[in-house]
């Protein structure tokens, strides 16, 4: 049995990086940048106006103005702003020749139909200038990155609509037990409804990626191979709900080994999801986890999102933030690092939420993250800052 970081470290080392295409920008969205992306011009592309007002010379403040134009935003200027002279601009339009202030219409009063004054004091000079943000050639956005919807505003404003991008991986997921039944089907007194393969098929399309259900495999070495042959023809990750343990149907770790590949792992020093098995073949990856809703959960988050984002070519690392604990707190298990449901109240303190165990699948319903405590830690004190990790 090994270490999560361990774990975590040999995943990423034995993920390879799938191949690439081009996406359009309004399908990009959660999809992974293959290339860095340059500016094509400068960002603002000229000297912009920040506001409403009248462009002039900053020398020209205390005098009267006159106003030789009016130039709203998308028109190039036409006149130069000479000596104690002005342009009524509008946000974002051009600031003309001459001029090298704008002053807000709200700090001026009118003269006369043409001519207004300065009634303050002093003035920004309220110019975007040209390039202040991006210059022509700069990186905007760094290969490797999740696109989120600020980065697509970003795409486009350096007209970027072929998107360079990895290829998404498939997913498979595969649950296992003769006491599984699907969700439409009401359970008898020996059978439970099949709530992990949807969870993880979830939590696989939050990531961005196609997943699918292959189904529940019987408790029999036959069924659970077919099932998992028949999964690896499509699917570039399967991962397999249950029957990794060392039970007497728990038949996933001899079919896996059968199946010609590399177990990398088999137990993990983390509560929940001890029993947690990774192996590869090729570019082909299997993760096992423990079949209860919460094991199934924290695995995903913990160590297949990190292998879907390593296959994907992203820059993902685990967020962690330092909080404090809302009360006491006490476990009697202290052998291997726990991942626990927990809330933030509006305070920002870190609560622990009612949990029963790994099989206690409503304690995530109101969760806002996990809190991480280190193996051989059984107590911490109100007030203590412990690492919580967002879901």
């Known amino acids: 049995m090994i270490q999560f970081e361990e774990a975590l470290s040999i995943v990423n080392k034995v993920a390879n990086t799938i191949s690439t295409e081009k996406s359009n920008i309004r399908n990009s969205l959660r999809r992974v940048l293959s290339k860095n992306i340059y500016s094509d011009i400068d960002m603002p592309p000229f000297d912009k106006s920040a506001m409403?007002?009248?462009?002039?010379?900053?020398?020209?403040?205390?005098?009267?103005?006159?106003?030789?134009?009016?130039?709203?935003?998308?028109?190039?200027?036409?006149?130069?702003?000479?000596?104690?002279?002005?342009?009524?601009?509008?946000?974002?339009?051009?600031?003309?020749?001459?001029?090298?202030?704008?002053?807000?219409?709200?700090?001026?009063?009118?003269?006369?139909?043409?001519?207004?004054?300065?009634?303050?004091?002093?003035?920004?000079?309220?110019?975007?200038?040209?390039?202040?943000?991006?210059?022509?050639?700069?990186?905007?956005?760094?290969?490797?990155?999740?696109?989120?919807?600020?980065?697509?505003?970003?795409?486009?404003?350096?007209?970027?609509?072929?998107?360079p991008v990895y290829?998404?991986?498939?997913?498979?997921?595969?649950?296992?037990?003769?006491?599984?039944?699907?969700?439409?089907?009401?359970?008898?007194?020996?059978?439970?409804?099949?709530?992990?393969?949807?969870q993880l098929i979830a939590q696989a399309e939050k990531t961005g990626i196609e997943a699918e259900y292959a189904g529940i495999a019987e408790d029999t070495k036959r069924d659970t191979e077919n099932k998992i042959k028949n999964s690896l023809k499509n699917a570039d990750i399967v991962v397999i709900s249950g029957a990794v343990s060392v039970g007497d149907y728990d038949f996933v770790p001899a079919v896996i080994k059968k199946l010609g590949f590399t177990i990398h792992f088999h137990g993990i020093k983390i509560k929940p999801g001890k029993r947690t098995i990774f192996a590869s073949k090729s570019d082909k990856y299997i993760i096992g986890v423990p079949g209860n809703p919460v094991s199934s959960f924290v695995q995903f988050e913990m160590l297949i999102k990190p292998l879907i984002y390593k296959i994907c070519g992203a820059n993902y690392k685990h967020k962690y933030i330092k909080l404090p604990l809302y009360a006491d707190f006490k476990r009697k298990n202290t052998e291997r690092k726990a991942f626990e449901?927990?809330?933030?109240?509006?305070?920002?303190?870190?609560?622990?939420?009612?949990?029963?165990?790994?099989?206690?699948?409503?304690?995530?319903s109101y969760a806002d993250g996990l809190m991480i405590i280190n193996e051989g830690v059984s107590e911490l004190k109100k007030g203590e800052l412990v690492n919580v990790r967002p879901i």
């Open 341 to 364: 449901p927990v809330i933030i109240t509006e305070e920002g303190n870190v609560k622990k939420i009612e949990y029963h165990g790994s099989a206690h699948i409503n304690s995530l």
């Open 167 to 198: 290829k998404k991986p498939k997913l498979s997921v595969i649950s296992t037990g003769n006491e599984l039944v699907e969700p439409n089907i009401k359970p008898n007194n020996s059978q439970i409804r099949n709530s992990n393969a949807f």
């Open 52 to 163: 409403d007002g009248y462009a002039c010379k900053k020398s020209d403040l205390n005098n009267p103005l006159k106003i030789i134009e009016v130039i709203p935003a998308g028109k190039i200027p036409e006149k130069t702003v000479e000596k104690n002279q002005c342009s009524k601009i509008m946000t974002g339009a051009p600031v003309p020749k001459g001029a090298d202030t704008v002053i807000m219409i709200e700090h001026t009063k009118q003269i006369s139909e043409d001519t207004i004054q300065f009634i303050k004091e002093n003035s920004k000079h309220n110019i975007c200038r040209k390039g202040e943000d991006v210059k022509k050639g700069d990186v905007v956005l760094k290969k490797g990155t999740i696109i989120c919807p600020e980065h697509i505003a970003v795409l486009a404003s350096v007209g970027v609509v072929d998107v």
